[in-house]
Every structure is written in structure tokens, then in C-alpha cells.
Nanobody
Framework: QVQLVESGGGSVQPGDSLMLSCVASGHTFTRLAMGWFRQAPGKERQFVASMSWNDGATHYSGSVKGRFAMFRDNGRNTVYLEMNSLRAEDTAVYYC?????????????????WGQGTQVTVSS
């Protein structure tokens, strides 16, 4: 069973930056595909970014590409989401997901394990 714990959320102003972290345990981290999703009130969970375990490829949603960066530290069993130039529409609960599937994953159904989420609020 994979356990995921996110941290790093908070309240910031438009244009600010935040770094989210997700620590994984319970499985060989280098064999886990990792993803970040977000869910705003009243909306469905939305794909943000993912990274495959087999070749390290990353993919971003169009709304965050060029502003967000996802990377992993295998020595710390941790994946990060660096968020820059934050906008009000980035406000949501951000979830870290993990999957044993190979390749780039884009949908929440591909991820079997989830963290508890961390709130990100962008407001002036």
C-alpha cells in the first residue's frame, strides 16, 4: 500500500510562487509514476502534471505549462510541484497521486493512490 503526504500549500497573491511536496512510502519509489491534480470547489478533479517512472518523461496541462514544473528526488522519495506566476484560477486543493502503471498518465483513473490534499489559495 502506497502512502502519500503532501505539504507546501498556502495563501499567496497573484504572481507569487509556491512549492508543493509529496512524500511517498510503501513502495519502491523509482517504480511509481507520480501525478499532481487539483480540485476547485464544485468542479471535478483536474489533471495538472505527471511524470512516468520508466523514462522520467513529464507532461503538463495547457493551463499550467510554462508556469509549473514537476520534478522528483528519488533519494528522498519525494515529488515536487514548483508553481510560479500563480493566478486566481489556480486556487484549488492539490492532490498527489501515485501509480504503478508505465508511461505518461493523464487521468485520475490511472492513479490508484492519493494523498490527503493541500490547499492553495491565490487571492489579492
Amino acid at each position: 500500500q502506497v502512502q502519500l503526504v503532501e505539504s507546501g500549500g498556502g495563501s499567496v497573491q497573484p504572481g507569487d510562487s509556491l512549492m508543493l511536496s509529496c512524500v511517498a512510502s510503501g513502495h519502491t519509489f523509482t517504480r511509481l509514476a507520480m501525478g499532481w491534480f487539483r480540485q476547485a470547489p464544485g468542479k471535478e478533479r483536474q489533471f495538472v502534471a505527471s511524470m512516468s517512472w520508466n523514462d522520467g518523461a513529464t507532461h503538463y496541462s495547457g493551463s499550467v505549462k510554462g508556469r509549473f514544473a514537476m520534478f522528483r528526488d528519488n533519494g528522498r522519495n519525494t515529488v515536487y510541484l514548483e508553481m510560479n506566476s500563480l493566478r486566481a484560477e489556480d486556487t484549488a486543493v492539490y492532490y498527489c497521486g501515485a501509480s504503478t502503471l508505465a508511461g505518461l498518465l493523464y487521468t485520475s483513473a490511472d492513479f490508484s493512490f492519493w494523498g490527503q490534499g493541500t490547499q492553495v489559495t491565490v487571492s489579492s
